[in-house]
């Protein structure tokens, strides 16, 4: 068990996990400052893709941008999200387990649970390579958004399902849009920490997608708190360069790389491409 699974499992009843999204070097290298974990998740579909689900990104696509987003890691837990279609057997998805794990160096993978999947999670971990559960709202298995576990049986699967997870060796899990009771219920019986999105307060730490609190993404349910709107802030600069353009005030003397500029290093190792 690496040093920053450990610490991750130190912080259960004691201190809040936190934990965001990136698929990019220069947010990874932010989040790396305040992150206790880093997911790269396959939200990238909707989010960078404009795909309607999660379901048809590729691995391929997920490595890619991983391998980015560890540029940017020095400290925090690095977990990468295995796409739809990449774990639909054991010996699957332990090789595609170890091709994340050898191309992007990531500390975990994280799968979605169809409370099937549990020889799949000791398969992977056999494999030395340490797996996040996620359970509730699974996006890559169901298509219907919902709040799980108001109902007296909801609540006893759930519970159930997550217990299998820890059992089957899974470090965390992510508890998707549970209610309180159930979110609560569940932090209390699993020795490993429980990561909320819209499953209230009780759980050991708490994920987002980036881009939903940035205000970028356009989608603001209930449970995500904006805490900038980047989109008008952007806008804002986009509409001021093209009046620079159109005005003829970008670029200017300032601007130019010739005149007194030729006296800077950048123009002396440059000037044959200038």
């Known amino acids: 068990m690496s040093k920053k699974i450990k610490k991750v499992l130190a912080k259960k009843n004691n201190n809040k996990i936190v934990c965001l999204t990136a698929y990019s070097k220069n947010i990874a290298q932010i989040l790396d400052k305040y992150c206790d974990m880093t997911l790269v998740g396959d939200s990238m579909a909707n989010v960078l893709y404009g795909m309607k689900n999660t379901h048809k990104?590729?691995?391929?696509?997920?490595?890619?941008?991983?391998?980015?987003?560890?540029?940017?890691?020095?400290?925090?837990?690095?977990?990468?999200?295995?796409?739809?279609?990449?774990?639909?057997?054991?010996?699957?998805?332990?090789?595609?387990?170890?091709?994340?794990?050898?191309?992007?160096?990531?500390?975990?993978?994280?799968?979605?649970?169809?409370?099937?999947?549990?020889?799949?999670?000791?398969?992977?971990?056999?494999?030395?390579?340490?797996?996040?559960?996620?359970?509730?709202?699974?996006?890559?298995?169901k298509n219907r958004?919902?709040?799980?576990?108001?109902?007296?049986?909801?609540?006893?699967?759930?519970?159930?399902?997550?217990?299998?997870?820890?059992?089957?060796?899974?470090?965390?899990?992510?508890?998707?849009?549970?209610?309180?009771s159930v979110a609560k219920e569940i932090t209390k019986r699993l020795k490993i920490p429980t990561i909320g999105i819209g499953s209230s307060s009780h759980c050991d730490g708490q994920i987002l997608v980036t881009d939903d609190i940035l205000g970028l993404s356009g989608f603001y349910p209930k449970f995500v708190k904006r805490y900038v709107n980047l989109n008008t802030i952007i806008e804002k600069a986009v509409k001021k360069y093209s009046k620079d353009i159109k005005t003829k005030v970008f670029p200017n003397k300032k601007n130019f790389l010739y005149g007194k500029w030729k006296k800077n290093r950048f123009y002396k190792k440059n000037r044959k491409f200038l």
Request: net charge positive; glycine share 4%; aromatic share 6%.
């Open 57 to 141: 990104i590729s691995l391929d696509t997920i490595i890619q941008h991983s391998i980015s987003v560890r540029k940017g890691i020095k400290k925090s837990l690095l977990v990468v999200d295995m796409p739809k279609g990449s774990y639909k057997t054991p010996s699957e998805a332990k090789k595609n387990a170890k091709l994340i794990f050898k191309k992007t160096n990531c500390d975990a993978v994280k799968i979605e649970s169809n409370n099937k999947n549990f020889k799949i999670i000791r398969e992977i971990i056999k494999a030395k390579i340490p797996v996040m559960g996620h359970i509730g709202y699974t996006p890559q298995f």
């Open 145 to 180: 958004f919902k709040v799980e576990g108001k109902k007296k049986r909801e609540a006893k699967k759930l519970i159930k399902e997550s217990v299998s997870i820890e059992k089957a060796g899974a470090f965390s899990i992510v508890l998707e849009c549970l209610t309180p």
